[in-house]
């Protein structure tokens, strides 16, 4: 429980700082995140906490690559 949480905030972190890869490795974190608190609810909360940090940092950085996208785009 706890890998799968530790692996969803370190997707969530290096989506914050990857330019076009941010938005899979957000979506692979965000996903991975929600499994683990949902499994973390059912079970004794190990990971829990790492599991919303990584929720959290995938989907700001998923939302910063995708307005960034956006942005790019609009102004070209």
């Known amino acids: 429980m ?3 949480a530790l692996i969803s905030l ?5 989506s ?20 683990t ?3 973390a609810e059912n079970r004794e909360r190990t990971g829990k906490g790492m599991a919303i940090g ?3 940092t995938s ?3 998923a ?7 956006l942005i790019l785009v609009l102004t070209a």
Not at 10 to 14: D, T
Not at 16 to 35: E, N, P, R
């Open 16 to 35: 914050l700082f990857l330019s076009l890869y941010g938005i899979f490795f957000g979506i692979i974190g965000f996903v991975l995140a929600l499994h």
């Open 2 to 4: 706890q890998k799968t």
């Open 54 to 56: 990584g929720l959290a």
């Open 63 to 69: 939302g910063y690559q995708i307005v960034a996208i």
């Open 59 to 61: 989907v700001i950085g």
């Open 37 to 39: 608190i949902r499994k």
């Open 10 to 14: 370190v997707f969530g972190v290096i």
